[in-house]
C-alpha cells in the first residue's frame, strides 16, 4: 500500500526544529577553518574575521605603509566592502532572508480552537464594524484576476514581498509591489464596467494540496503551504447607510477592512466575518460548513469619510466605520458602504483550509482583510449615489448588464492614482479639489449618454425617510415613444 504523502507542514516542522541557519553556519565554519591552516602554514599572519570575510593581520606593526594600507582596507569594509556584505546578503537568501523577512522564526498553523462548527454559532454572532445597510445599493461585476503575488502596493509600495503572504485579485490585472499611475492607468481590468480599480485579499488555501510557491517568498518561506482555493463568486456592492443621503464615493479613496496583523496585537483592527451559505450565521473564527454549503468571507469597509483626505498615514483615520445603526457622526460625510463576499461553493472540509497571514500570525482567521484603491470614474461613481439615494438596486456593467450601468467611454478614462504614491501632502489638495467638484453640483457628471434604469420601481425604506432626507417622488414606467429603446421613467 502507498504510503500517504507528507503533510507540508511537515517540512516546516524539521525546519524549526534543527534551526534556519545550521546549514550556512556549519559551510562558512569549515570554511574559515580552512583559510586560518591555510594563513598558518604560509606565514601570512593571524587571521581575523571582521565584517563577513577573512582579512591577514600583519605581525609586524611598525611599518607605517603597512599600516595605512590596513587602515584604508578597514575603512573601504566598513563603507560596505563588496565580499564581505555580499556573502552575509546571500547568508540571508540561503536562510530564508530572516533579516529581509522578520517573523519566519514564528511560522505555524492555525489551532485546532480557531475553527467552529456553523450550527454552533449563535444567530447573532460577530456581526464586528458596518455591515447595517438601508437605502438601494451598486454592485460592480468583476471577475477573480488570473494573477497573484505576496505585494501590498497600498501597505507597502515598492516593496517585493511586502505582504509576506499571497493575494488573490480583482479588477485591475496589473497590480505588485511596482504598481504607479501610468501602469494602473493602462492596466486591463476583469471589470465589465472598466473599473480598474485593485482589490485584493489573502488567499484560501486546502492544506490537503500542494501549492505552487514552494520554497518560494510568500509561499512555504513565509509559512504559507497548500494549495489555493478558487472562489466560485466574488460580489462587489456599495449599500446606502443610515437616514442620511450618500454622496458619491470620491475617486482614488484608499478603502481597507480588517487587520493583517490583528492576531499579534490582541485584535486590534480586527473586522474578520465568516459565513456558510444559508446559515444566517457570522463568526470570526474558520467556520466548518454542512454539506452542499458555501464557505462565505465577508468584506464590510469603513464609510464615513473626513471629506478632505484620500489616504491617511494608517490608512484608516481618513474614513471610518459607521454606528451600530449605520449612522456617521455630524461631521463626517456618508459615502457608499461598500460590501465584497467571497464565496467557495466546496471549501476543503473539517480544519484542512486556513487563510494566508504573515508569518507570526500564524493563519489567524481574525486577520483577514481587503485593501482597495476606487479607480472607477465621476459619472459612475454618482450614478452609484443617485441610486443609493433613489432606493434601488442597481448593476453597473456593459452592454447588457443591467440598470444605471455608467459610460464607459473615453470621457470616462480612469483617473491617475495618487495613494499609490503615498503623497499624502496632496491628500488635502486632492480632497478640496473633489469635495469642490460636490458641492458645485454633482448632477453634472450625467449626460444625455448615460444609460436609463431598467426599472422604474423602488420605494425608500423607512430610515431614509428619516427627517431630514426627501425622498424623490414617485416613477412610473410607461411604453417609449415610437422608436425609442427601454423604459421611460417619468413623476
Request: hydrophobic residues 30%; contains cysteine.
Amino acid at each position: 500500500m502507498p504510503a500517504a504523502p507528507e503533510s507540508p507542514w511537515a517540512a516546516l516542522d524539521r525546519r524549526r526544529d534543527r534551526g534556519p541557519r545550521r546549514f550556512p553556519r556549519l559551510v562558512v565554519a569549515v570554511v574559515a577553518a580552512a583559510v586560518l591552516l591555510v594563513g598558518l602554514a604560509v606565514g601570512g599572519g593571524t587571521p581575523l574575521i571582521s565584517h563577513g570575510g577573512l582579512v591577514a593581520i600583519a605581525e609586524d606593526d611598525t611599518d607605517d605603509s603597512g599600516s595605512d594600507s590596513g587602515d584604508s582596507g578597514s575603512d573601504d569594509s566598513g563603507d560596505g566592502q563588496e565580499d564581505g556584505d555580499g556573502q552575509d546578503d546571500q547568508q540571508d537568501q540561503q536562510d530564508g532572508g530572516e533579516d529581509e523577512f522578520p517573523g519566519r522564526d514564528e511560522i505555524g498553523r492555525a489551532g485546532a480552537d480557531e475553527y467552529v462548527d456553523i450550527t454552533d454559532v449563535d444567530r447573532i454572532g460577530s456581526r464586528g464594524e458596518g455591515g447595517d445597510f438601508s437605502g438601494g445599493s451598486y454592485s460592480v461585476r468583476c471577475a477573480l484576476s488570473d494573477h497573484k503575488n505576496s505585494d501590498n502596493p497600498i501597505i507597502a509600495p515598492g516593496v517585493r514581498n511586502g505582504a509576506q503572504h499571497t493575494h488573490d485579485y480583482a479588477g485591475n490585472e496589473s497590480t505588485n509591489f511596482a504598481s504607479e499611475e501610468e501602469t494602473l492607468e493602462e492596466s486591463s481590468t476583469t471589470c465589465t464596467n472598466g473599473d480598474r480599480s485593485p482589490v485584493f485579499w489573502p488567499v484560501l488555501r486546502d492544506l490537503r494540496g500542494v501549492g505552487p510557491d514552494v520554497g518560494v517568498d510568500g509561499g512555504s518561506l513565509d509559512g504559507n503551504v497548500g494549495s489555493f482555493v478558487e472562489p466560485d463568486t466574488i460580489d462587489i456592492t456599495f449599500h446606502g447607510h443610515g437616514s442620511r443621503r450618500t454622496q458619491a464615493m470620491p475617486l482614488n479613496m484608499v478603502l481597507v477592512t480588517g487587520s493583517a496583523k490583528a492576531g499579534t496585537n490582541d485584535g486590534e483592527g480586527a473586522n474578520a466575518k465568516y459565513s456558510c451559505s444559508g446559515s444566517g450565521r457570522l463568526t470570526d473564527l474558520y467556520p466548518i460548513c454542512p454539506e452542499g454549503s458555501s464557505l462565505m468571507r465577508v468584506f464590510d469597509f469603513p464609510s464615513c469619510w473626513n471629506g478632505e483626505d484620500l489616504d491617511s498615514e494608517d490608512h484608516t483615520t481618513h474614513i471610518v466605520y459607521p454606528d451600530e445603526d449605520g449612522e456617521c457622526a455630524d461631521d463626517l460625510i456618508p459615502v457608499p458602504a461598500l460590501r465584497i463576499t467571497v464565496g467557495y461553493e466546496d471549501p476543503p472540509p473539517g480544519r484542512l483550509f486556513a487563510i494566508d497571514s504573515f508569518p507570526e500570525q500564524q493563519h489567524d482567521p481574525i486577520t483577514d482583510h481587503t485593501l482597495l484603491e476606487y479607480l472607477s470614474s465621476e459619472r459612475r461613481a454618482q450614478e452609484g449615489a443617485e441610486c443609493i439615494n433613489a432606493a434601488r438596486r442597481c448593476v453597473q456593467g456593459a452592454g447588457d448588464d443591467a440598470a444605471a450601468a455608467g459610460s464607459t467611454d473615453d470621457a470616462d478614462r480612469v483617473p491617475r492614482s495618487q495613494s499609490f504614491a503615498h503623497v499624502l501632502a496632496t491628500h488635502g489638495k486632492h480632497g478640496a479639489k473633489h469635495g469642490a467638484k460636490h458641492d458645485a453640483g454633482q448632477a453634472a457628471a450625467n449626460d444625455d449618454t448615460s444609460t436609463a434604469p431598467a426599472s422604474c420601481a423602488g420605494t425608500p425604506p423607512a430610515l431614509l425617510t428619516a427627517p431630514g432626507w426627501a425622498p424623490p417622488p414617485a416613477r412610473r414606467e410607461h411604453a417609449p415613444a415610437s422608436g425609442a429603446p427601454g423604459l421611460v421613467c417619468c413623476c
